[in-house]
T-cell receptor, first 109, second 115 residues
Framework: EDQVTQSPEALRLQEGESSSLNCSYT??????LFWYRQDPGKGPEFLFT???AGEEKEKERLKATLTKKESFLHITAPKPEDSATYLC??????????FGIGTKLQVIP | EAQVTQNPRYLITVTGKKLTVTCSQN?????MSWYRQDPGLGLRQIYY???????DKGDVPEGYKVSRKEKRNFPLILESPSPNQTSLYFC??????????????FGPGTRLTVL
C-alpha cells in the first residue's frame, strides 16, 4: 500500500526565514511525486511534478527535490503570501494517487 | 479558461436522500478522479476514471457511485447518504499517467453536510 508522510504538520516562520518541508513516501513503481499548495476552502493548486531521484524543480521561492525515499520542498525567504497548506502526493502503478496530510505553513510579517 | 467545475458548491441534506455532485472539465483530459478531504485524514481518493466507461475504486469507495458517459463529465452519486459522508469533496482531472505534465487540476470543492 502506498504511503505518504509529511512533516512537520505545522510550521511557523518569520518573513525571510528559509526552511524545508519533508515528504517521506513508499510506493510500488513511482510514476510521479507531486507538490500542491492549498489555501483554506479551495482546491489544491499544482506546484511541481518530480519523476526520478535527483530531480529538482524551482518556482519563485520554492524548490522541490527528490530522493528514492523522500522529497523536500525548500522555501527561501518566504513572504506572508506563501502561507498555505502544502500537500505531497505520489502516483504509483495502478493510477491511484495517495496524498499526505499536508504541512500548514504560516509566515509572519 | 482551463478549469474543473463542480456543482453544487455547498449542500446540506438529510440521511437517505439521494444526491449527485456534478463535475465537468474543459481540458479534454482522459483521467478524472473524486476525493474527499477530512481533517487529520487528508485527501483520500474515492473513485477514478481513466476514460469514458472506464472507472475503478480508490481507497474509500463505499457508499459512492460514479459514471463516465462523456469525457468531460464525471458525476459523483450518493444513493443513500449518511452522516459519515459529511466532508469536503474535490473533483480532479489530468492527462494519462506517463505523459509529462500529468499534474492534476482540481475543482473548487463541494462542502457536503448530511444530517
Amino acid at each position: 500500500e502506498d504511503q505518504v508522510t509529511q512533516s512537520p504538520e505545522a510550521l511557523r516562520l518569520q518573513e525571510g526565514e528559509s526552511s524545508s518541508l519533508n515528504c517521506s513516501y513508499t510506493v510500488s513503481g513511482l510514476r510521479g511525486l507531486f507538490w500542491y499548495r492549498q489555501d483554506p476552502g479551495k482546491g489544491p493548486e499544482f506546484l511541481f511534478t518530480l519523476y526520478s531521484a535527483g530531480e529538482e524543480k524551482e518556482k519563485e521561492r520554492l524548490k522541490a527535490t527528490l530522493t528514492k525515499k523522500e522529497s523536500f520542498l525548500h522555501i527561501t525567504a518566504p513572504k506572508p503570501e506563501d502561507s498555505a497548506t502544502y500537500l505531497c502526493a505520489v502516483s504509483g502503478g495502478y493510477q491511484k494517487v495517495t496524498f499526505g496530510i499536508g504541512t500548514k505553513l504560516q509566515v509572519i510579517p | 479558461e482551463a478549469q474543473v467545475t463542480q456543482n453544487p458548491r455547498y449542500l446540506i441534506t438529510v440521511t437517505g436522500k439521494k444526491l449527485t455532485v456534478t463535475c465537468s472539465q474543459n481540458m479534454n483530459h482522459e483521467y478524472m478522479s473524486w476525493y474527499r478531504q477530512d481533517p487529520g485524514l487528508g485527501l483520500r481518493q474515492i473513485y477514478y476514471s481513466m476514460n469514458v466507461e472506464v472507472t475503478d475504486k480508490g481507497d474509500v469507495p463505499e457508499g459512492y457511485k460514479v459514471s463516465r458517459k462523456e469525457k468531460r463529465n464525471f458525476p459523483l452519486i450518493l444513493e443513500s447518504p449518511s452522516p459519515n459522508q459529511t466532508s469536503l469533496y474535490f473533483c480532479a482531472s489530468r492527462r494519462p499517467s506517463g505523459r509529462k505534465g500529468n499534474e492534476q487540476f482540481f475543482g473548487p470543492g463541494t462542502r457536503l453536510t448530511v444530517l
